[in-house]
T-cell receptor, first 113, second 114 residues
Framework: NAGVTQTPKFRILKIGQSMTLQCTQD?????MYWYRQDPGMGLKLIYY???????DKGEVPNGYNVSRSTTEDFPLRLELAAPSQTSVYFC????????????FGPGTRLTVL | ELKVEQNPLFLSMQEGKNYTIYCNYS?????LYWYRQDPGKSLESLFV?????AVKQEGRLMASLDTKARLSTLHITAAVHDLSATYFC??????????????FGKGTHLIIQP
């Protein structure tokens, strides 16, 4: 039982490039989330999903896209990377509603130059 | 817009001392969460508080929730070095009419010195 896994751990992008951050959970959780954490700040919700095929925007969705084709996977795509997207990205999951504990992945540290 | 404020943001304390971290939030909610983050690491869930008056304890940490005051506290008893970390509180975003996610405070960076 690996919990929530994310790849890659580190990535450097050039402005205008695109990439996909991968997130997989093996706990059969329905809810999955993407957050970003800027230095010295709390986490901000980018997108979330309440089940396969259902996604919705969080606080800061601009510049990102998501999909949820399976229960296990919730990839986050960055289109046309910008320096403002330099951050640490965390994926999380919970079994049911928000009242359940959210389990976080190890994070992806992204730098856009 | 839901706002979550923690204080202090930085705290240096000695081993053996007691201290409290405060978390205030701006809209009515009866769901509050505490997380711990070690440097360069992910977030670890500490407590989930789901009702007014909820109190939970784990080792030297105790969390409480007062929904009427919109306040949660994280109390540290007889601090030890291993508790050095950044502590975040977070509130259910739906409390502020938002998404199914959490709004986090900026975190309290806690250093415990021998």
């Amino acid at each position: 039982n690996a919990g929530v896994t994310q790849t890659p751990k580190f990535r450097i992008l050039k402005i205008g490039q695109s990439m996909t951050l991968q997130c997989t959970q093996d706990m059969n959780h329905n809810y999955m989330y993407w957050y970003r954490q800027d230095p010295g700040m709390g986490l901000k919700l980018i997108y979330y999903s309440v089940g396969a095929g259902i996604t919705d925007k969080g606080e800061v969705p601009n510049g990102y896209n998501v999909s949820r084709s399976t229960t296990e996977d919730f990839p986050l795509r960055l289109e046309l990377a910008a320096p403002s997207q330099t951050s640490v990205y965390f994926c999380a999951s919970s079994l049911r509603a928000i009242t359940d504990t959210q389990y976080f992945g190890p994070g992806t540290r992204l730098t856009v130059l | 817009e839901l706002k979550v404020e923690q204080n202090p943001l930085f705290l240096s304390m000695q081993e053996g001392k007691n201290y409290t971290i405060y978390c205030n939030y701006s809209t009515t909610s009866d769901r509050l969460y505490w997380y711990r983050q070690d440097p360069g690491k992910s977030l670890e869930s500490l407590f989930v508080l789901l009702s007014n008056g909820a109190v939970k304890q784990e080792g030297r940490l105790m969390a409480s929730l007062d929904t009427k005051a919109r306040l949660s506290t994280l109390h540290i008893t007889a601090a030890v070095h291993d508790l050095s970390a950044t502590y975040f509180c977070a509130v259910d975003m739906r409390s502020g009419g938002g998404a199914d996610g959490l709004t986090f405070g900026k975190g309290t960076h806690l250093i415990i010195q021998p």
